[in-house]
Structure formats: C-alpha cells, structure tokens
C-alpha cells in the first residue's frame, strides 16, 4: 500500500536562471519504505511510502529480518517510481540522503548501499542523515521555523526533547529511561486488547470512556528534569485489569483507555513545560515542535497548544505523513546539510545506535 504518494507546498516561484538543488531522500530504518526528492525551495516533488504493517501485524510488532528483506525486495521500484514522478534523471539530482541510523541495521543497510550505489554511477555526493536529525528539520520543511526551537519527539522508536540550534546542533534535555510513548500505547492497547498498532486504537476506544473513573499513576510527574518514565504506568494499567479478573465489561476498557491517554498526555505535557524552562535558559526558542507518530493525538496537541501559548510560543505540528517516518524529512535534511557542505564518505558505516546529543548520559533509546 502506497500513501501520500506526491505533494507540492506552495512557494515564491524560482528565477529560471537559478535551478533549485534537489535530493533524493531514502529512509529505510524500521518499518517503511521511502524515498522521495525535495528541492532547497521545499517543494517535495515526489515521494512514495510503502507501509510494511501487514507484514509485521500477525507478530504484534516488528520483526527486524521481514523488514529488511521487505526494503530490499522494495526500495528500487519506490526510487524509480519517485524519479520517474519528477521526470528527473540521476544526474538532476545535487546529491543523495540515506538514513544512515539510528535503526534496525538490517534496513538500514539496505539503504545506505543503495544511496550510495547511486551517489557513486552519477558522481554525486552521498549524505548518511542521522533519522533523528530527519525528524528534528522537518518542522523547517513544513513551516518558517527558526532555530533555535524546543522538539518533542514522540514515536514508537523515541521519546525526547531536543533543543535544535542549528543542523547538527542539538542538546538533548530529555529522554524516555524505559519504554517510549508510542510504546506505552501499543502495550496499553494490546493489554486491552484493542489490537496494533495501539495508538490510533487507544484513542478511538478512549473517546467513550471517562478518564476520572480508574486512578492510574503519572511517572516523574511534578519532579525536576524533562526524561520520561512510562513502565510503571504500564504495570498500573495491567493490575488494574486483573483486579477485573479478566472480565473488563466494554465501559471499563473504554474507561481504561482514557484514563491511560490522560496519563500520558499528563506526563508528556509536564515534562514539555519543564524542557522550556530549561531551554529558555539556553537560547530564546522561537517554537515548540512536535513530531512522530504520537503527535497524530488529538488530545495531546490540544494540551501542547496549552503548554506552548503559557510560555508565549506557538505550537508547530508537521502534517501526519511528516510526522510519522518518511523520506521527504531525510531529502530535506540532506539539503540542509548539503548547503553547509556536510557530505559523507563512501566508507560510511550505518550506526544501529547514534545519539544527536553525544554529550546526553546514554538514554534506553538513542
Ligand atoms: O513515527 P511512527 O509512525 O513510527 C515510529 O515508531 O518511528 O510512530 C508510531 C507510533 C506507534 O507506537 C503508534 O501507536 C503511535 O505512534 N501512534 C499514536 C497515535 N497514532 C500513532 N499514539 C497515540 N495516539 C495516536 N492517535
Ligand atoms: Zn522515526
């Protein structure tokens, strides 16, 4: 299944004499297949995103080799399909952007061979993207965002806030020490069993319930810092369940459900009006950013709304399909990088772990 297949935002035209730098994107890094081809105008001219959901939803999450053999079997016919989009040819393009990880090695592998099989046959240069540093941009892609500017990052593979400065400055304030939000939904969801992936059914089921009618917990709530905790908020939920002994009526799974959200949001919210204090004392940010795929929550970006406006910022959230993982956000931050004349060597080994904040004490996701 192929989403969000090509797109334009519209800006100042080009002068024709001035042809805009364009890149090709390829993210491979968990569980979708992108590519897509961003002009430094930040016009995405094409981009496609195969979702690999069905082959991992009989597992109840992802499973590392069907992935990487799935970007394999994949990539070459998304890259194609991209550039046969745009009518451009390899030797059009300024440079290409390939996550080079954080990620499951496997994919991104697979990416980086292929990013840099094409950088080598049409002589241009090869930029391994750090995945993080894709999401970090985006909000540059989408919207007139100056840095520096506060990023809460909330998916399935990361939970942080991140001061972003400028490319390849960031300052990580906070991070998950346990499971990341996305996960705390997929695991609250499935213990409800309200299937995968969890979020999107959590919230659904939550909007029937009363979210005052079970206490559940809020981790780390009110404490100094902006690092996240969501087991215990986890394990609350399961005996909750079993004091029900496994005989939840549809009201109290509904109840559950939004109690659990409530909760989140609480923590995410909490934690987010922390990491502004912090970074006001670091830089006068300009913006309070929310990515991932947990940014798709309806009640969260109402209550972010609330938390930015308190510390008179505005809210900027990334249209879904740049939220959740695609390769236009990779394209872009190749362009971003490009301009300062940051390219990679061919010798450039993908990195299963790799921090944006080196100088951050190792979190349980990097
Ligand atoms: O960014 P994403 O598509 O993939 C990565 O994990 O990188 O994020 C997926 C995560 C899943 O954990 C999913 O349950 C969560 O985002 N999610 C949501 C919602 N939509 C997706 N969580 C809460 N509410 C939602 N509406
Ligand atoms: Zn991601």
Request: charged share 20%; glycine share 10%; net charge neutral.
């Given at each position: 299944m192929t989403k969000g297949k090509s797109s334009g935002f519209d800006r100042a035209p080009q002068c024709a004499y001035l042809r805009p730098m364009i890149l090709l994107g390829i993210e491979t890094s968990c569980d979708e297949t992108a590519a897509a081809l961003v002009a430094d105008d930040r016009r995405v001219l094409a981009e496609a995103v195969l979702s690999q959901l069905a082959e991992h939803q009989p597992y109840g999450g992802v499973v590392?080799?069907?992935?990487?053999?799935?970007?394999?079997?994949?990539?070459?016919?998304?890259?194609?399909?991209?550039?046969?989009?745009?009518?451009?040819?390899?030797?059009?393009?300024?440079?290409?952007?390939?996550?080079?990880?954080?990620?499951?090695i496997g994919g991104v592998m697979v990416g980086v061979m292929t990013g840099k099989a094409i950088a080598a046959v049409a002589e241009r240069p090869f930029l391994a993207v750090n995945h993080l540093e894709g999401h970090a941009l985006?909000?540059?892609?989408?919207?007139?965002v100056r840095f520096p500017f506060l990023l809460l990052l909330v998916s399935g593979g990361h939970c942080q806030l991140l001061l972003v400065s400028g490319v390849g400055r960031y300052r990580r304030l906070g991070t998950t020490i346990d499971d990341t939000a996305g996960e705390a939904f997929d695991k609250a969801a499935k213990l409800l069993g309200l299937g995968y992936p969890g979020g999107p059914a959590l919230e659904r089921a939550a909007a029937g319930g009363d979210d005052a009618r079970i206490p559940l917990p809020r981790p780390m709530l009110g404490r100094p810092g902006a690092d996240f905790s969501f087991s215990g908020l986890k394990t609350a939920l399961r005996h909750r369940l079993a004091e029900m002994k496994g005989e939840a009526p549809p009201q109290a799974i509904a109840d559950l459900a939004a109690a659990f959200q409530q909760a989140v949001i609480d923590c995410l919210a909490d934690r987010t009006a922390n990491a502004l204090e912090m970074a006001k004392d670091a830089a006068p940010v300009t913006a309070l950013v929310v990515a991932g795929?947990?940014?798709?929550?309806?009640?969260?970006?109402?209550?972010?709304?609330?938390?930015?406006?308190?510390?008179?910022?505005?809210?900027?959230?990334?249209?879904?399909?740049?939220?959740?993982?695609?390769?236009?956000?990779?394209?872009?931050?190749?362009?971003?990088?490009?301009?300062?004349?940051?390219?990679?060597?061919?010798?450039?080994?993908p990195r299963p772990r790799w921090p944006l904040d080196p100088t951050a004490k190792p979190g349980a996701r990097a």
């Open positions: 590392p080799e069907i992935a990487a053999r799935s970007h394999l079997d994949h990539l070459d016919t998304l890259i194609r399909r991209v550039m046969a989009e745009a009518h451009l040819g390899f030797s059009d393009l300024a440079g290409i952007a390939a996550t080079g990880g954080p990620g499951l985006t909000a540059r892609l989408t919207h007139d795929g947990v940014a798709a929550n309806a009640g969260l970006r109402r209550r972010l709304e609330q938390v930015a406006s308190a510390g008179g910022l505005p809210l900027v959230a990334p249209p879904a399909r740049y939220c959740t993982d695609n390769a236009a956000m990779i394209a872009w931050a190749g362009v971003e990088r490009l301009r300062l004349g940051l390219t990679d060597r061919m010798d450039f080994a």
